[in-house]
Nanobody, 122 residues
Framework: VQLQAFGGGLVQPGGSLRLSCAASGFTLDYYAIGWFRQAPGKEREGVSCIRGSDGSTYYADSVKGRFTISRDNAKNTVYLQMNSLKPEDTAVYYC????????????????WGQGTQVTVSS
């Protein structure tokens, strides 16, 4: 059972990236999947999460209107489309299986896999 995050890179402010979270060993259709990030010197925070049961979503205030989470069950993958990127979005981004999701928060207490680095800089 594994999730792999990829798609990070270096992008200029105002640019876009799409991160992918690919599942292996299980079908993610019925699971909540979350994107989290950790910037240097800061705690890890929930960025965006999507529930498996009804597709409802959570977005951190800092990314609302700029980031979009989606899932492609046929590809067993969850995406995070990031537009209008800002230097403060620079962080290692992780995806996680089965976080607790509600409209106000997304919390994950399990172990972390390898993340993908996103750097927003001119």
């Amino acid at each position: 059972v594994q999730l792999q995050a990829f798609g990070g890179g270096l992008v200029q402010p105002g640019g876009s990236l799409r991160l992918s979270c690919a599942a292996s060993g299980f079908t993610l259709d019925y699971y909540a999947i979350g994107w989290f990030r950790q910037a240097p010197g800061k705690e890890r925070e929930g960025v965006s999460c999507i529930r498996g049961s009804d597709g409802s979503t959570y977005y951190a205030d800092s990314v609302k209107g700029r980031f979009t989470i989606s899932r492609d069950n046929a590809k067993n993958t969850v995406y995070l489309q990031m537009n209008s990127l800002k230097p403060e979005d620079t962080a290692v981004y992780y995806c996680a299986k089965d976080p607790l999701v509600n409209p106000l928060a997304c919390v994950y207490r399990g172990s972390w896999g390898q993340g993908t680095q996103v750097t927003v800089s001119s």
